[in-house]
């Protein structure tokens, strides 16, 4: 699935900061057609290994997004396509990496919520709600995953 050039639509922006084996946490901005920002959040996904499907963030990368209804979480959700070797990569409401299977979530702070030694996100249900609000009524958009430069990810 790919969208044509001309097409004027919201772009999602991930730039991920920190990662390790199990988690990968970075930033995401929503962008309008005119590249205004609309949208700001803290990104959680699950390490870098390889690409394996359910215990892999998704690779760096230009992808479509759709609003699609999910009948595991009951709503509709934004779910990346495209995805090399993958399927069913969406966001979505988690505080912890390892209740993402290769998905991400967004929220509004890091803490260490269950004192595992790792940075949770914490109002991630009404941090989506937001992502959700700032993407409109569109039913597409793209999403571009890249590093920050001080960044040691895969």
């Not at 390790?20 to 309008?32: A, H, I, P, S, W």
């Not at 499907?53 to 990368?61: I, R």
């Not at 995805?83 to 390892?98: D, L, T």
């Not at 009404?126 to 999403?143: C, D, I």
């Amino acid at each position: 699935m790919q969208f044509l050039k001309k097409d004027k639509m919201k772009t999602i922006k991930i730039v991920r900061d920190w990662q390790d084996r199990n988690q990968t946490l970075g930033k995401c901005t929503v962008y309008d057609e005119n590249n205004k920002p609309l949208f700001s959040a803290i990104s959680l996904e699950r390490g870098w290994r390889n690409n394996q499907s359910n215990v892999s963030c998704v690779p760096k990368g230009r992808y479509p997004v759709v609003l699609e209804w999910s009948p595991r979480f009951q709503k509709d959700l934004w779910e990346l396509k495209n995805v090399p070797n993958r399927a069913e990569c969406k966001f979505h409401a988690s505080n912890f990496w390892y209740q993402l299977n290769g998905c991400i979530a967004l929220g509004l702070k890091l803490k260490d919520l269950n004192n595992d030694g790792y940075n949770d996100i914490t109002n991630s249900r009404n941090t989506m709600k937001a992502f959700h609000l700032a993407l409109g009524k569109e039913k597409r958009a793209e999403l571009v995953i890249t590093d920050s430069e001080s960044c040691n990810c895969s």
